[in-house]
């Protein structure tokens, strides 16, 4: 527990850390690789280029101080933490490196404010946070190995199938090449892909596992991203998936992690509503694939939405949630058709409050969201505008944690 002066310092300066998080986190980075370069390959540099990795840092630390008093209110935000630094491979000898650079920042740049007090502090109260995250990912590390088939750290798969989904997304099928059997997961979760690129040094890569547990494979849907033109290329292993891994070669992967989860096994009479954007698709289909390979009959709404049908992925398993299932609907929606897309979708425009009313069940139902940050900012507005409270959303986001407002 934290003591009464730190709560009482900690509270005093949060308006000024405020003022200056985004300034403070932007200096930790450039102190932390600079003195330890070990931990960059922890990194995205992607994110850290156009200032996701910063602003997602500042608002975590915003967030804790805000809460010193209530430490309960961050549980959700340590289990997503603790879940991103196991797939990553993250240890607790990492967590001194972190703490001696936010505080040479923090004295940077608020000078003579950062007083001993001051940082003595955030010196107690950053101990206090890194041990509950330390505890948190050590019975993570301890349930992946437990799991038949498990491991931590990284391990060689096989990839048995190839499928391109689009124009832009391919499936990658994963198998075992020993005679361990790979272990059970979560739907939502997802696994980490790390590359050693010929060219450019990287950081692992997240990427949702696509499809049902139980399968005996791991299948990503991986979306081609921009290809890499700057300094700091965007796409670089997606690119390199799609045009470099083909049938056969080994990759190395981590182990299923991630906390935006559904348990297939605890039905309800309330439905569930999946709303996928775009790539956003790959995590809330291996849950709904879940949902009905458990017979429940908790009614379920899938509404796919997606630019038109030459980008649109994995629509035929969409389309056969509902067979032979009088409790599950899907719903298409292309909000650029092409010339023949009409026969190919249940109708055109973006997701509003007025489609969410009409299509989906709001007054009861429970949501599920992924999808680029456009589509979630679009979709959250709509459903604040129809009362659905933020107790029954759920969403996830594919790179740094963001703030939708």
């Not at 991203?225 to 083909?246: A, C, F, M």
């Not at 959250?380 to 659905?388: D, F, K, M």
Request: hydrophobic content about 35%; glycine content about 8%.
């Amino acid at each position: 527990m934290l003591s009464e002066s730190t709560i009482a310092t900690i509270k005093a300066i949060t308006p000024a850390v405020a003022a200056n998080a985004e300034n403070i986190t932007q200096c930790f980075y450039a102190r932390m690789f600079s003195g330890n370069p070990e931990v960059k390959a922890f990194f995205n540099q992607v994110h850290q280029a156009n200032g996701g990795q910063p602003k997602a840092l500042a608002d975590a630390v915003c967030a804790y101080f805000s809460n010193i008093d209530n430490l309960g209110a961050l549980g959700p935000a340590v289990e997503l933490i603790a879940q991103k630094h196991c797939s990553l491979g993250v240890q607790a000898e990492h967590y001194p490196v972190v703490g001696e650079h936010l505080l040479g920042a923090i004295k940077e740049v608020m000078g003579d404010g950062a007083t001993d007090e001051i940082i003595n502090a955030v010196a107690e109260a950053y101990g206090l946070l890194a041990q509950v995250c330390i505890d948190r990912e050590q019975q993570v590390y301890d349930a992946q190995l437990q799991q038949p088939g498990g491991w931590n750290g990284y391990r060689s798969l096989v990839l048995d199938r190839k499928e391109r989904e689009s124009d832009l997304v391919t499936s990658f099928y994963f198998r075992s090449n020993d005679d361990q059997p790979l272990p059970d997961y979560l739907p939502g979760q997802y696994i980490t892909v790390r590359i050693d690129h010929p060219t450019t040094p990287t950081s692992p890569r997240n990427y949702s596992l696509s499809d049902r547990p139980g399968t005996g494979y791991f299948r990503i849907s991986v979306k081609r991203e921009t290809r890499p033109t700057t300094e700091v290329p965007d796409g670089l292993i997606s690119n390199y998936l799609h045009d470099e891994v083909n049938v056969g070669d080994c990759v190395e992967i981590g182990p299923p992690c991630g906390e935006f989860t559904i348990d297939p096994t605890q039905t309800s009479d309330q439905p569930v509503v999946f709303l996928a954007g775009g790539i956003g698709v790959t995590p809330l289909l291996a849950m709904a694939k879940s949902l009905r390979q458990a017979e429940t009959m908790t009614p379920i709404c899938f509404v796919q939405a997606a630019k038109n049908s030459r980008v649109q992925a994995l629509g035929d398993e969409i389309r056969d949630l509902s067979v032979d299932a009088a409790h599950v609907t899907t719903h298409v929606r292309f909000d650029q058709p092409l010339p023949d897309d009409l026969e190919r979708c249940d109708s055109v425009g973006i997701v509003t409050s007025d489609f969410l009313r009409e299509q989906t069940p709001y007054e009861t139902g429970t949501y599920y969201l992924c999808g680029p940050s456009g589509f979630m900012q679009s979709v959250l507005s709509g459903l604040g505008a129809l009362g659905v409270t933020d107790e029954r959303i759920y969403h996830e986001f594919f790179g740094p944690k963001q703030t939708l407002a």
